[in-house]
């Protein structure tokens, strides 16, 4: 493929046309220089090719005009649209060299691309994976936490100790009720016995007189 750049040695863009050939001469891209000023059959082809959209309002194509054989590549401010975003490879329809920054720049987007649904899958199993095993190892992580933190164990195991405290002080509550209840109980039952016992000596006392 050889690449057509139609000029104008007569033109007053001449800055512009040599813009483009020196550029294309520094990345060492083949090409053919194709004056309209000389030749009509150029111009001629020049003005056919251009599509129409690209045309100016008067219908007549500027040089200079860039070309891929016969696939029209574009004008000057197209082409400098280009050389500023590192894409002059994509912009002539060739394959950027190894090396080129274009070339690396495409390598890195495409990796960009094929990595982020990787990764992004990869964060999902990792999530999951992540979810069930804090799930497993929750005591152990607790027991961790308390080996880093020999306060916070002791502070647990005070609670622990007051907690079991606490409740035999309430069985020995409950079992002391009827406790006390049976040994008044008791007392009633010796008064009432001491009361008797008071009445029959007093009887007989009576008796006796």
């Not at 520094?26 to 000023?37: E, F, G, R, V």
């Not at 004008?75 to 975003?85: L, N, R």
């Not at 992540?130 to 497993?136: G, L, M, R, S």
């Not at 409950?174 to 006390?180: D, H, L, M, N």
Request: a negative charge; aromatic letters at 6%; hydrophobic letters at 25%.
């Amino acid at each position: 493929m050889v690449i057509k750049v139609f000029l104008a040695s007569l033109s007053g863009s001449t800055a512009k046309q040599q813009d483009v050939v020196g550029f294309l001469e520094a990345l060492k891209i083949d090409y053919a220089q194709l004056d309209i000023a000389s030749n009509e059959d150029n111009r001629m082809w020049m003005r056919e090719n251009v599509p129409g959209e690209k045309k100016p309002t008067n219908g007549i194509p500027l040089p200079p005009q860039i070309f891929n054989e016969e696939m029209y590549c574009g004008d000057y401010e197209t082409f400098f649209e280009a050389k500023e975003d590192n894409t002059v490879y994509e912009f002539l329809g060739l394959t950027p060299p190894p090396g080129s920054k274009e070339a690396q720049q495409a390598e890195n987007t495409q990796k960009l691309h094929n990595g982020s649904g990787t990764e992004e899958h990869l964060d999902d199993d990792t999530t999951k994976k992540e979810i069930v095993e804090a799930e497993q190892n929750g005591d152990a992580h607790i027991a961790e936490l308390e080996e880093d933190d020999p306060d916070k164990k002791a502070e647990t195991d005070a609670q622990d100790d007051i907690a079991e405290e606490e409740e035999p002080a309430e069985d020995d509550e409950e079992s002391r009720k009827p406790a006390e209840e049976e040994e008044q109980e008791e007392g009633e039952e010796d008064r009432a016995e001491d009361e008797l016992v008071s009445e029959e000596e007093e009887e007989q006392a009576s008796e006796e007189d």
